[in-house]
């Protein structure tokens, strides 16, 4: 008798998914929504009051036109380019449509807010509060004292209020400033900038049932007790405020794992598979059991507090249930289309929405390549229970770096491992969470007993967070370039060619995509060429001195644009960095480079530790160095003495500012460098004989009027000058007499506004010179 062996089937090579015209209709209606409102946003920034309704009045003549256009399409273009031109002219009539009904709103606001008085208006408060090292921000609705709705803004207040809240206040009202930050705020709404001197009356309005819940459930959780009770808040109520605060917040970022405490999809998923067990078990119709589904999901997602993302899922999960009770089978992409452009007709600044983008972005590569990720692994002999959870983590990664890059500027590199691990032990707590949360909400008493599980599972969520970002590079900064794109071009030649890869083949990819990046590591890790780099980071001050493996800063700029400017680098780690003195232009943006990039220590003038500024004593800060003069740094074959100041000093005045004679000698290339941080021509008169013939001088103080003579210039003979200095700063810096003087001397004059970033190399007879922007 032969015996029968049963093995396991081959995986099977999925088809190609559909793509829908509705396709078409969603990405007309975002382009169309987008163009609007940043027509809108240049008009409010403009400030001229007739603009804002004659762009949007345009921008909806242009678009409609265009849609009309593709709607009716002409007859003899085949049926299936028919229908995909009529679904994008839908689209881009709606998306024009609520683009320009968003601008005519805002700017009707705008005109409002100009002419109000804040203490005879009442600000509510809406969503959660924002708590930051720059205080604490609102989102907040301005009613009138007969109750009409003025507009939104964003409001500053020195104590956080909840939702709902009414405020009678006192404060100052100021438009939203022309920078990334201002223009996010105008997207999502908010038209003005009113910060409350004093609080003059607070009172909490009348709440719903769900919202009344969501308040006794954190009190219960309360999560400003521990870093695992702000994961438990995050995770079932949607509240972020005291996990944004905690060390935790970074290292979710650092992992990539930051989507698993949003809500979305998968918590909506979570819900409603644990709703369809119990509503099976009490043996619910299935017509009530999908009514009774659609409003638990709606309260959820309301309890959370209502972001787009959730309202996205809200509405496609909400689409699938209808399709199963026609009886008609769900498509996730149709859905996803369908879904984006509703929530586009309803406001167009979801566009803007990071959370919206992130979350529909991650859904249509999870639909488009799921599946055929998982069959790849799977051949290359990854056991089924491993590849299809990381095909949706590498589907997500996929989808979303080139959003994120030019947002955070950071890569995770852990994020596959960190999320196959990580993601059953959150998903767990959302289960847990959702069952013994609302209880303990209820039983009081027993609360701690009952939130035990939870807090464990948090607990270890947290743990295992840190300890994937403690990994080396476990993220890098990286800097929006064209090459960001790239991972769009390769999405849209995998879904042309679709080809059923063999095992090695697959395997090469496997390895080459890891090999690249690993050899970019190790580029700009351990062989980077000699370099001096003057950072463009606008009115501030920010120099990179670099060879092989080792590397310092010479000040931190003012704010975040120094990270991007380390990133853009490709900067991964910082020997030392070197703050000149306490200005605010030369030490503001060293939180965001501690939180970038791994810094070994922070160096500064002997005796002006004592008056560290307290915002920078609060910082998890590496060891912190006190030089004198004579001293020096080594940072590969470059020696960085310090030639001023002379004894110790407080560090807050520009004369007392650290000045670095650079120099490099080795393998017959030669450079010697002047950076004159703040310091002037007072005191570069004292140790400019020290310093003796340079080649390049980063002239002091931005390039000041009292940064250089002609003297001075004469004596220490420098073939070029260059300044940093921001694009419009109010000191007119770099001045007219400070160029004139280096012209005058036969040295070329740079400045960061002009060329951006200002590299210089030491190389044999002299030195070379690039710029980049």
Same mark, same amino acid.
């Given at each position: ?73 002409? #007859? ?19 998306? *024009?449509?609520? *683009? ?38 609102? &989102? ?41 930050? +201002? ?60 996990? /944004? ?14 989507? @698993? ?41 309301? @309890? ?13 999960? +909400? ?33 803007? /929405? ?30 089924? $229970? ?23 500027? &950071? ?16 998903? *767990? ?8 949360? #609302? ?11 009952? %939130? *035990? ?60 995509? #890891? ?37 310092? @800063?010479?000040? =931190? ?16 780690? %910082? ?29 500064? =003038? ?38 001023? $100041? ?14 670095? =004679? ?30 003796? /013939? ?25 073939? %070029? ?44 007879? +002299? ?7």
């Amino acid at each position: 008798m032969r015996r029968m062996f049963t093995t396991s089937a081959a995986p099977e090579f999925p088809p190609r998914p559909y793509l829908p015209p509705a396709a078409a209709g969603a990405a007309g209606a975002l382009v169309a929504a987008a163009l609007g409102l940043e027509f809108g946003w240049r008009s409010y920034i403009a400030s001229d009051s007739g603009a804002p309704g004659q762009t949007a009045f345009a921008v909806l003549a242009v678009s409609c036109a265009v849609g009309i256009l593709c709607i009716f399409v002409r #007859p003899f273009w085949g049926e299936g380019m028919r229908r995909w031109a009529r679904w994008l002219g839908i689209g881009v009539v709606l998306g *024009a449509a609520s *683009a320009t009904l968003g601008t005519m709103w805002r700017a009707s606001a705008h005109e409002r807010m100009e002419n109000i008085v804040a203490s005879a208006c009442i600000f509510e408060i809406e969503g959660d509060p924002s708590i930051s090292s720059y205080g604490v921000q609102h &989102t907040a609705r301005v009613m009138s004292a007969d109750g009409a709705v003025l507009g939104r803004v964003r409001l500053d207040a020195d104590s956080a209020y909840e939702d709902g809240t009414r405020l009678r206040l006192v404060g100052r009202a100021s438009g939203l400033p022309d920078s990334a930050w +201002g223009r996010s705020r105008y997207m999502a709404g908010e038209v003005a900038r009113v910060s409350a001197v004093r609080i003059v009356d607070s009172e909490s309005r009348a709440i719903g049932p769900i919202e009344a819940l969501r308040a006794r459930m954190l009190d219960v959780i309360q999560p400003d007790a521990s870093q695992a009770r702000a994961l438990v808040a995050g995770i079932v109520c949607g509240r972020t405020t005291e996990l /944004d605060q905690a060390s935790a917040s970074e290292a979710f970022a650092r992992t990539g794992t930051s989507h @698993l405490v949003a809500v979305s999809g998968s918590h909506l998923a979570l819900v409603t598979s644990l709703a369809q067990v119990f509503l099976a078990f009490v043996g619910a119709r299935l017509r009530t059991r999908y009514l009774l589904l659609v409003l638990l999901m709606s309260s959820y997602v309301i @309890l959370t507090g209502g972001s787009a993302s959730a309202v996205r899922s809200l509405i496609m999960v +909400g689409l699938t249930l209808v399709a199963s009770w026609g009886e008609r089978r769900g498509h996730g992409i149709s859905a996803l289309a369908l879904t984006t452009m509703a929530l586009v007709a309803r406001d167009a600044g979801v566009v803007f /929405d990071v959370g919206f983008r992130l979350s529909a972005v991650s859904v249509l590569f999870i639909q488009l390549f799921y599946r055929y990720l998982s069959y790849l692994l799977t051949r290359l002999g990854m056991p089924r $229970p491993i590849a299809e959870p990381l095909s949706l983590t590498l589907c997500a990664q996929w989808g979303t770096l080139p959003i994120t890059i030019p947002i955070f500027g &950071t890569c995770s590199i852990v994020a596959p491992l960190a999320n196959l691990v990580l993601g059953p032990v959150m998903s *767990a707590l959302l289960v847990v969470g959702l069952v013994s949360v #609302p209880l303990a909400a209820i039983v009081g008493p027993l609360a701690d007993v009952l %939130l *035990a599980p939870a807090d464990a599972l948090a607990s270890i969520s947290v743990f295992g967070a840190q300890a994937f970002a403690g990994f080396p590079y476990a993220s890098i900064a990286m800097a929006a370039s064209p090459a960001t794109a790239l991972p769009y071009l390769a999405a849209c030649v995998v879904y042309a060619a679709w080809l059923d890869a063999s095992r090695w083949q697959v395997a090469v990819v496997c390895a080459a995509i #890891p090999g690249a990046l690993a050899m970019h590591l190790v580029r700009w890790t351990l062989f980077v060429p000699a370099s001096v780099t003057v950072l463009d980071v606008g009115q501030a001050d920010a120099i990179l001195v670099r060879e092989g493996s080792a590397a310092i @800063l010479v000040d =931190a700029g003012v704010d975040s644009e120094v990270a991007d400017a380390l990133a853009r680098n490709s900067v991964f780690q %910082l020997d030392a960095v070197v703050i000149t003195h306490w200005d605010l232009d030369h030490y503001g943006g060293l939180e965001d480079v501690l939180a970038n990039v791994s810094v070994s220590r922070v160096v500064v =003038a002997e005796g002006a530790l004592d008056a560290m500024p307290e915002e920078l004593a609060a910082l998890d800060m590496p060891e912190v160095v006190e030089l004198g003069e004579g001293d020096a740094l080594s940072v590969g074959g470059f020696a960085c003495t310090m030639v001023w $100041p002379e004894g110790p000093v407080e560090g807050s005045d520009n004369e007392d500012s650290v000045a670095l =004679a650079v120099r490099y000698d080795s393998g017959g290339c030669a450079l010697d460098m002047l950076l004159a941080g703040d310091t002037e021509i007072a005191q570069e008169e004292r140790y400019a004989g020290r310093v003796g /013939d340079i080649d390049v001088l980063k002239l002091g103080h931005h390039g000041s009027a009292a940064s250089v003579d002609a003297a001075l210039m004469a004596q220490m003979r420098p073939e %070029l000058a260059i300044a940093s200095a921001g694009e419009g700063n109010s000191y007119g810096h770099p001045t007219k007499e400070c160029i004139d003087t280096v012209e005058a001397s036969g040295a070329r004059f740079l400045c960061t506004i002009d060329v951006g970033d200002v590299t210089v190399r030491p190389a044999q007879g +002299g030195f070379s010179v690039s710029t980049e922007r």
